[in-house]
């Protein structure tokens, strides 16, 4: 579970200078390479029901690594004048929901998009920086 904690981290942590685009992009794909080995352990933690346990400690860990480190990502954009001055927790989780989510549809249950992964991957960017209205 550390190692999975720790390849979370070294996934979602940043370089200053690397743009918004690419640090999404490394996010995705990042996910999306993790072995199946390293996907266990999370595919593990989100069958498990319940009452609390350790696994569920264990998502919420996830949760926060992922979450802290993009938010943080978002106010140094938002400082430099890269983005809006927006809530950068709600884009985190905006963010984190897509990514996320869709690696878990893939890895977990097998439900892959109709297009393929960069496309899929374009029109994410597409609509995180445009909108989906006309």
């Known amino acids: 579970m550390e190692l999975f904690l720790n390849k979370m981290e070294e996934i979602f942590s940043?370089?200053?200078?690397?743009?918004?685009?690419?640090?999404?992009?490394?996010?995705?794909?990042?996910?999306?390479?993790?072995?199946?080995?390293?996907f266990s352990v999370l595919k593990v933690a989100?069958?498990?029901?319940?009452?609390i346990s350790d696994r569920k400690r264990l998502i919420s860990q996830i949760n926060d690594v992922i979450l802290d480190n993009i938010?943080?990502?978002?106010?140094?954009?938002?400082q430099k004048g890269e983005i809006k001055d927006i809530n950068p927790r709600a884009l985190s989780i905006?963010?984190?929901?897509?990514?996320?989510q869709s690696i878990v549809l893939w890895k977990v249950y097998n439900k892959t998009p109709s297009v393929e992964t960069e496309q899929y991957f374009q029109e994410y960017l597409n609509i995180i920086f445009n909108g989906i209205k006309e």
Do not use: P, R, W
């Open 14 to 38: 940043f370089d200053e200078d690397i743009s918004i685009e690419q640090y999404l992009k490394d996010n995705f794909f990042g996910l999306l390479n993790l072995s199946d080995e390293e």
């Open 46 to 51: 989100m069958e498990e029901g319940g009452e």
């Open 94 to 100: 905006m963010c984190f929901g897509v990514t996320f």
């Open 71 to 78: 938010e943080e990502f978002f106010k140094l954009q938002i």
